[in-house]
């Protein structure tokens, strides 16, 4: 028996998900974003589960070659565009689109020498002040990149919301009118929405979607859970029990002594910590899952265990345990440990072996 952990990746949850975005946004196509190793599921292996889909969406150049390299032909873009021209002549002759977000990305790429015209996104800044060109530089670039023999014409556009998890927030309207009024007379594609955006902003959703977090089944809107956006988690964490004690009332357990049982109970040790993952901010009460049953974590995560109080549960050494994932949506440990359950999906490490199921 494997006392470690496992991270679970379905399929089938990933087909399901792909076919629920369809169905949210039927008239857009799907650029599915596989940054930081497919938010932890496994770069490679993600985009060939999606192949047919209509792109991918990658942060850095290395992820879009190493896909690539993999005999991956469909198309992809680079979100964060790129930042030499020899790393602009690579993109044109792997046939990757490059997003273009400000006045010296479209410098160097006017001036560049390449071996054939690159496939553009000219990327707006409608209000995240991250990444995007302002408002009113926008048609001076344009034209620019029109005139570039760099360019495949017409190049495309695209914007990115702050707070599109956020449905009361009048700022994602803000950023749809400004988007469209800058764009409104352009030819070419637009891409708005993150999965957030494809999931409670239909107004936005253009001609491409930019789903991550929603095709791996993470419910992105504010408080969300997976259930409640018709996702399935794509990812289910699991290990097993390697321990149980049974502890007097009043006793502490683990680091700090920070938890103390306040009754007779019984602690069930299990394989699974900081150092594969699980968030150590965790608190005690955080639910856990064994036997299917949640009960909740009781004191601090350790690197390589965690302790639970199951009470005077029959719980024994090597019962299965799921720590998010199918029936403990990862939402809600994210919740319990103070970040988001985009930190917890690609925070996995490299000890944590992976089982691609169905
Ligand atoms: C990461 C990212 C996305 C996907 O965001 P989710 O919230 O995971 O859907 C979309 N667009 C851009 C530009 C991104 O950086």
Same mark, same amino acid.
């Given at each position: 028996?494997?006392?470690?952990?496992?991270?679970?990746?379905?399929?089938?949850?990933?087909?399901?998900?792909?076919?629920?975005?369809?169905?949210?946004?039927?008239?857009?196509?799907?650029?599915?974003?596989?940054?930081?190793?497919?938010?932890?599921?496994?770069?490679?292996?993600?985009?060939?589960?999606?192949?047919?889909?209509?792109?991918?969406?990658?942060?850095?150049?290395?992820?879009?070659?190493?896909?690539?390299?993999?005999?991956?032909?469909?198309? =992809?873009?680079?979100?964060?565009?790129?930042?030499?021209?020899?790393?602009?002549?690579?993109?044109?002759?792997?046939?990757?689109?490059?997003?273009?977000?400000?006045?010296?990305?479209?410098?160097?790429? %006017?001036?560049?020498?390449?071996? /054939?015209?690159?496939?553009?996104?000219?990327?707006?800044?409608?209000?995240?002040?991250?990444?995007?060109?302002?408002?009113?530089?926008?048609?001076?670039?344009?034209?620019?990149?029109?005139?570039?023999?760099?360019?495949?014409?017409?190049?495309?556009?695209?914007?990115?919301?702050?707070?599109?998890?956020?449905?009361?927030?009048?700022?994602?309207?803000? /950023?749809?009118?400004?988007?469209?009024?800058?764009?409104?007379?352009?030819?070419?594609?637009?891409?708005?929405?993150?999965?957030?955006?494809?999931?409670?902003?239909?107004?936005?959703?253009?001609?491409?979607?930019?789903?991550?977090?929603?095709?791996?089944?993470?419910?992105?809107?504010?408080?969300?859970?997976?259930?409640?956006? /018709?996702?399935?988690?794509?990812?289910?964490?699991?290990?097993?029990? &390697?321990?149980?004690?049974?502890?007097?009332?009043?006793?502490?357990?683990?680091?700090? /002594?920070?938890?103390?049982?306040?009754?007779?109970?019984?602690?069930?040790?299990?394989?699974?910590?900081?150092?594969?993952?699980?968030?150590?901010?965790?608190?005690?009460?955080?639910?856990?899952?064994?036997?299917?049953?949640?009960?909740?974590?009781?004191?601090?995560?350790?690197?390589? =265990?965690?302790?639970?109080?199951?009470?005077?549960?029959?719980?024994?050494?090597?019962?299965?345990?799921?720590?998010?994932?199918?029936? &403990?949506?990862?939402?809600?440990?994210?919740?319990?440990?103070?970040?988001?359950?985009?930190?917890?999906? %690609?925070?996995?490490?490299?000890?944590?072996?992976?089982?691609?199921?169905?």
């Amino acid at each position: 028996m494997r006392f470690s952990p496992i991270a679970q990746i379905s399929r089938s949850a990933l087909n399901h998900n792909v076919a629920r975005l369809q169905q949210v946004a039927p008239h857009s196509k799907i650029m599915a974003v596989l940054k930081a190793n497919a938010y932890g599921h496994g770069l490679v292996q993600m985009a060939q589960w999606l192949k047919g889909i209509d792109g991918f969406g990658l942060a850095r150049i290395e992820e879009a070659l190493a896909l690539r390299d993999s005999g991956i032909n469909a198309r =992809m873009v680079l979100l964060e565009g790129v930042f030499s021209e020899a790393d602009l002549e690579q993109a044109a002759s792997h046939q990757l689109d490059v997003v273009i977000h400000d006045a010296e990305q479209v410098a160097l790429l %006017c001036q560049a020498q390449l071996s /054939q015209p690159l496939r553009i996104w000219l990327k707006i800044d409608t209000g995240m002040h991250r990444l995007g060109v302002q408002p009113d530089e926008f048609a001076a670039l344009y034209q620019q990149l029109t005139e570039s023999t760099n360019v495949q014409q017409p190049l495309n556009l695209m914007t990115h919301f702050a707070v599109a998890d956020e449905l009361e927030n009048p700022q994602t309207v803000k /950023q749809i009118q400004c988007f469209n009024r800058l764009t409104a007379q352009l030819p070419g594609e637009r891409t708005l929405c993150n999965s957030a955006g494809a999931l409670s902003w239909p107004a936005a959703h253009g001609d491409w979607i930019r789903p991550g977090l929603a095709l791996f089944g993470g419910n992105p809107m504010v408080g969300g859970r997976a259930a409640g956006q /018709q996702l399935q988690p794509v990812m289910t964490m699991r290990s097993k029990v &390697l321990a149980v004690r049974d502890l007097a009332a009043g006793e502490p357990v683990g680091y700090g /002594q920070s938890w103390r049982s306040n009754n007779a109970t019984r602690i069930a040790v299990v394989a699974m910590g900081y150092g594969d993952g699980y968030p150590r901010h965790a608190v005690s009460g955080t639910p856990v899952l064994i036997n299917g049953q949640r009960y909740p974590l009781a004191g601090r995560v350790s690197m390589d =265990m965690i302790t639970v109080d199951v009470g005077s549960a029959k719980v024994q050494v090597g019962d299965d345990v799921v720590l998010w994932g199918q029936g &403990l949506g990862v939402e809600e440990i994210a919740e319990c440990a103070s970040t988001i359950a985009y930190e917890l999906l %690609c925070s996995t490490t490299a000890r944590v072996a992976y089982e691609y199921i169905d």
